[in-house]
């Protein structure tokens, strides 16, 4: 019985990118915009300590915001905040999920040790933090999903606990990774034009404020406050303004192809570049899942790079690979701990029988204690 229910859900879900391009016109009615930091948390801060992140993500927050108010007043504009505030990262997402947002952009500025690491950058949710994500909140999250418009009604009886529902749930999440490497791919185009000009691309990352987000959702870093000429444009107001209006031209890029039902589950609009092995992120909003030292799943070991719709990688798009020796090693997870690492294990092995659990320090693949 249970599997029969199951594979309806399957049927369903396999239909609705279908209906949704066909014949109904999903609007793009609510944007909620997440200024980095904030309050007592000043993120990063420049070398000679005299400006900080906080300031330079709000300013541009609310210009982004004003500008889709002015240009598009049916679309209800929310910050997470619009203050000198502190927010709590998971709060972030949960401001967006309450407000059942169409679209999460998190603004920030980016730091690094070497001060000649300067561009702009978009990230969307990576390493497939998604089977830890249904470890930790399968049941929070699969209400969410299922408020949505038609779904309760179709979804009664869906068990989080059965193995099969997580699958599903994860295919879900990979609708919203698809509108997310959209949108992150129209506010790269857009931000590539300058004022800060190196284009570091669309990349994917396990970032903790996108990690539960319902809906697409991008994280967008303006430049590095620790490159000197990043700072100086950074600073500048007509420069934000700038920002802003790239960010509001990727915007309305992105609400056209939403609203005509292209860049979603079916319709995979590519990153401009393939989506690159990146090491983990210094800044301190990616460092708080501690993403140097974590455990993953090991997938597959191949030696030639696969590209990303490779037939081994059987659908997934949240992974990453190490290289190792003549090995193009493949995981997938970012894991704190092993017990969290083993649920996830059983349920990649549904797809990937001969997946194990391997530790990582330092983006180098370590033996397991
Ligand atoms: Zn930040």
Same mark, same amino acid.
């Given at each position: ?30 944007? !909620?915009?997440?200024?980095?930091? %904030? ?35 049916? /679309? ?17 997402? *949960?401001?967006?999920?309450? *407000? ?18 300067? %561009? ?27 408020? +949505? ?14 193995? *099969? ?21 129209? !506010? ?20 903790? !404020? =996108? ?85 993953? /799943? ?7 790079? =696969? ?7 059987? +659908? =997934? ?48 693949? !370590?033996?397991?204690?």
């Amino acid at each position: 019985m249970l599997h029969k229910v199951l594979l309806i859900f399957f049927c369903l879900l396999l239909q609705m990118p279908l209906q949704a391009q066909s014949n109904s016109r999903v609007a793009l009615r609510k944007v !909620v915009i997440d200024p980095g930091h %904030g309050g007592k948390d000043p993120g990063a801060v420049s070398i000679n300590k005299r400006h900080r992140e906080k300031d330079i993500t709000l300013a541009v927050s609310l210009m982004l915001g004003k500008l889709i108010k002015e240009s598009f007043p049916e /679309i209800e504009v929310v910050y997470t905040r619009s203050t000198d505030l502190f927010i709590p990262l998971d709060k972030r997402s *949960e401001i967006a999920n309450k *407000e059942k947002a169409d679209l999460f952009i998190s603004i920030h500025v980016n730091s690094a040790r070497a001060r000649s690491a300067s %561009g702009t950058e978009t990230f969307v949710m990576g390493l497939d933090k998604s089977s830890s994500n249904l470890e930790v909140s399968k049941l929070e999250n699969s209400v969410i999903v299922l408020e +949505g418009d038609n779904y309760s009604t179709k979804y009664e009886g869906f068990d989080p606990n059965v193995p *099969e529902s997580y699958i599903i749930f994860s295919l879900l999440q990979n609708a919203h990774l698809e509108h997310s490497l959209s949108f992150a791919s129209f !506010v790269q185009e857009q931000l590539a034009k300058g004022p800060v000009k190196t284009n570091r691309g669309v990349k994917q990352a396990g970032l903790l !404020v =996108l990690w539960k987000a319902t809906m697409p959702a991008v994280l967008v870093e303006l430049g590095f406050i620790s490159n000197s000429s990043d700072l100086a444009v950074l600073l500048k107001r007509a420069n934000q303004e700038s920002m802003a209006r790239s960010l509001f031209t990727a915007f309305s890029n992105f609400k056209r192809v939403y609203e005509t039902g292209g860049g979603g589950s079916l319709a995979v609009s590519a990153p401009s570049k393939p989506l690159e092995n990146n090491k983990p992120i210094l800044s301190e909003e990616k460092k708080i899942i501690n993403s140097e030292e974590y455990y993953s /799943i090991q997938i597959l070991a191949v030696t030639k790079r =696969l590209n990303n719709n490779a037939p081994d990688l059987k +659908g =997934l798009k949240q992974y990453d690979y190490k290289r190792v020796g003549a090995f193009y090693k493949y995981h997938t997870g970012v894991h704190t701990d092993r017990i969290e690492a083993s649920e996830a294990l059983k349920v990649i092995r549904r797809k990937f029988p001969q997946a194990f659990i391997i530790r990582i320090e330092n983006n180098t693949i !370590v033996p397991l204690k």
